[in-house]
């Protein structure tokens, strides 16, 4: 029973059916299976680290320069994007070589930087531990949405979808009709 | 010379930013309830790229592409700080109302990656054409877009009433949003395919 109750919050709070953040990122990933779960999971690591760096540059503008805030999580975003290719160089440069585009499509995005934006909008999120379960929820809960749109993009690219509805329109339309059922729940 | 006119306004039709492309679409989904919230965006939307992709254009090309998508992103994040100000002056209730879309405006995929992959290999006369067009054709897209949910969530157009019986408010939700770019993205496509076959 929790795991279902979990499950359906982690539907009505999701970044893309609910807030559209990201959709053009999963539209990219879904494309195939790999790519799909490696997307996924890099922004999944993206909005967890993120979010505790947007703990902090809160806590440093503290009201203040609330039009740099965007710059500061630029920057923050900007470390970890440097970092994670760097530490994946390190680890191994044939890995490096195999799963770097995924983290340049998984830096700056809306899933990403809108996820930032919500954990700080979020009056709730008081503390840093607050700012990194969001972080990861917000990054699960991009999983499951990608889930959702990769089991499907396979029916909606076929030759049965008329010419012009085939991929990206039928996706959109998909979309819409999960986002209704989504919004039910909320 | 037609196909190099034709490659500057691929932007506007064969490779429209949010139809063809699909960059964007966050906030075309969920910004464009109304058709001044749209301007809006237009308004944020083109200041900001148009001066952040020709900045970003003279970033060294040298650099890494990591370091050029940051500074590319920071560029674009100091950019919104006047022209949040500006729209505020201007749209405020819409900024409001746009929220936290209107700063992820400035780090959209048309400054982030688009630059890189396309723009820096042009020259700056090229650039300035095609930046114009891929703006424009996310400008138009967006307005066609709160334009015609507006109308059939409200049943105005700039809270102009219209003479319709029926509305469904479904349409000015993130659901309705959804459905009613696919079929927006689904029209296009057809009348693209058509100009295509006219064409040969």
Same mark, same amino acid.
Request: aromatic share 12%; hydrophobic share 50%; glycine share 6%.
């Given at each position: 029973?929790f795991?279902?109750?979990s499950? $359906?919050?982690q539907l009505?709070?999701?970044?893309? @059916?609910?807030q559209?953040l990201?959709?053009?990122?999963?539209? !990219? /990933?879904?494309?195939?299976?790999r790519?799909?779960?490696?997307v996924a999971?890099i922004i999944?690591?993206?909005t967890?680290f993120?979010?505790?760096?947007?703990?902090?540059?809160?806590r440093?503008l503290?009201g203040?320069?609330e039009?740099?805030?965007?710059f500061?999580?630029v920057?923050i975003t900007?470390?970890?994007?440097?970092?994670?290719?760097?530490?994946?160089?390190?680890?191994?440069?044939?890995?490096?070589g195999? $799963?770097?585009?995924?983290i340049h499509?998984?830096? @700056?995005?809306?899933a990403?930087?809108?996820?930032?934006?919500? !954990? /700080?909008?979020?009056?709730?999120?008081?503390?840093?531990?607050?700012?990194l379960l969001?972080g990861?929820?917000?990054g699960?809960?991009f999983i499951?949405a990608?889930?959702?749109?990769a089991?499907?993009?396979k029916?909606?690219?076929?030759?049965?979808?008329?010419?012009s509805?085939?991929?990206?329109?039928?996706?959109l339309?998909?979309?819409g009709?999960?986002?209704?059922?989504v919004?039910?729940l909320? | 010379m037609?196909?190099?006119?034709n490659?500057?306004?691929d932007?506007?039709?064969?490779d429209?930013?949010?139809l063809s492309a699909?960059?964007?679409?966050?906030?075309?989904i969920i910004?464009?309830?109304s058709f001044?919230?749209?301007l809006?965006?237009?308004?944020?939307?083109?200041?900001?790229?148009f001066f952040?992709?020709?900045?970003?254009y003279?970033?060294p090309?040298?650099?890494?592409?990591?370091?050029?998508?940051?500074?590319t992103?920071?560029?674009s994040?100091l950019?919104y700080?006047?022209v949040?100000e500006?729209?505020?002056?201007?749209?405020p209730?819409?900024?409001?109302?746009?929220?936290?879309?209107f700063?992820l405006?400035a780090?959209n995929s048309?400054?982030?990656y688009?630059?890189?992959?396309?723009?820096?290999?042009?020259?700056?006369?090229e650039?300035?054409?095609?930046?114009v067009f891929y703006?424009l054709?996310?400008?138009?897209?967006?307005?066609v877009?709160?334009?015609l949910?507006?109308l059939?969530?409200?049943?105005?157009?700039?809270?102009?009433?219209?003479?319709?019986s029926?509305?469904?408010?479904?349409?000015?939700?993130?659901?309705?949003?959804?459905?009613?770019?696919g079929i927006?993205?689904g029209?296009?496509?057809?009348?693209?395919s058509?100009?295509s076959?006219?064409?040969d």
């Open positions: 029973m795991l279902i109750v499950f $359906l919050s009505a709070g999701n970044l893309i @059916f609910t559209a990201g959709t053009s990122t999963v539209f !990219i /990933s879904a494309k195939n299976k790519s799909f779960m490696g999971f999944c690591i993206f967890t993120g979010s505790m760096g947007a703990y902090f540059a809160d440093l503290n203040y320069f039009n740099f805030r965007l500061a999580y920057l900007g470390i970890i994007y440097l970092s994670s290719l760097f530490i994946l160089w390190c680890i191994s440069k044939r890995l490096y195999r $799963l770097k585009k995924y499509i998984s830096s @700056f995005n809306c990403v930087m809108g996820t930032l934006y919500m !954990i /700080s909008e979020n009056p709730e999120n008081t503390n840093i531990s607050d700012y969001y990861l929820q917000s699960l809960g499951i990608s889930v959702f749109v089991t499907a993009y029916r909606l690219n076929c030759a049965k979808v008329p010419s509805f085939r991929g990206m329109p039928a996706m339309v998909y979309l009709i999960i986002s209704m059922a919004w039910t909320k | 037609k196909s190099m006119k490659r500057i306004t932007g506007l039709l064969r429209n930013t949010v699909g960059m964007i679409i966050s906030p075309a910004c464009t309830t001044r919230d749209s809006a965006l237009v308004y944020a939307f083109s200041v900001i790229t952040a992709d020709i900045i970003a003279l970033i090309k040298k650099l890494p592409y990591a370091v050029r998508v940051i500074w992103s920071a560029i994040s950019l700080v006047p949040r500006l729209t505020m002056m201007i749209y209730e819409s900024v409001e109302r746009i929220g936290i879309y700063p405006i780090v048309l400054i982030v688009q630059t890189q992959h396309r723009f820096l290999n042009l020259d700056f006369r650039l300035l054409g095609n930046l703006i054709g996310f400008d138009i897209v967006v307005l877009c709160g334009a949910r507006e059939i969530a409200y049943g105005t157009v700039n809270n102009k009433v219209m003479n319709i029926m509305t469904v408010s479904g349409a000015g939700l993130p659901f309705g949003g959804f459905i009613i770019l927006i993205c029209i296009y496509r057809k009348i693209r058509l100009l076959s006219g064409e």
